[in-house]
């Protein structure tokens, strides 16, 4: 079973930069789709990034689309979030999340971080 853990969150000004990241444990992170996820207060939880197991390859959606990327490290069995370009809209909890490929529900979830974007 695959354990997560954040860290990296903050408060930072509009046009601002933050790295979120995401130990992993239990299993290489190379072995599992991994995600970022948002939840702000009173909306749906939003997922931002995706990195799947097989070839690396990533989605974005189109609210965070050329702002954010998505990388992790297989030596170190770390996920990372680069959020740039960083709007108040951001504002929100954000969440790591794994699950095995051949599922559709994302299995495991960190406990969050919480990332504050001021006008």
């Known amino acids: 079973q695959v354990q997560l853990r954040e860290s990296g969150g903050g408060s930072v000004q509009a046009g601002g930069s933050l790295r979120l990241s995401c130990v992993v444990s239990?299993?290489?992170?190379?072995?599992?789709?991994m995600g970022w996820f948002r939840q702000a207060p009173g909306k749906e939880r939003e997922r931002v990034a995706t990195?799947?197991?097989?070839?690396?390859?990533?989605y974005y959606p189109a609210s965070v689309k050329g702002r954010f990327v998505i990388s992790r490290d297989n030596a170190d069995n770390i996920l990372s979030l680069q959020m740039n370009s960083l709007i108040p809209e951001d504002t929100a909890m954000y969440y790591c999340?794994?699950?095995?490929?051949?599922?559709?529900?994302?299995?495991?979830w960190g406990q969050g971080t919480q990332v504050t974007v001021s006008s």
């Open positions: 239990g299993n290489g992170v190379s072995n599992v789709d």
């Open positions: 999340a794994a699950k095995r490929f051949f599922v559709d529900e994302w299995e495991q």
């Open positions: 990195i799947w197991r097989y070839g690396g390859g990533t």
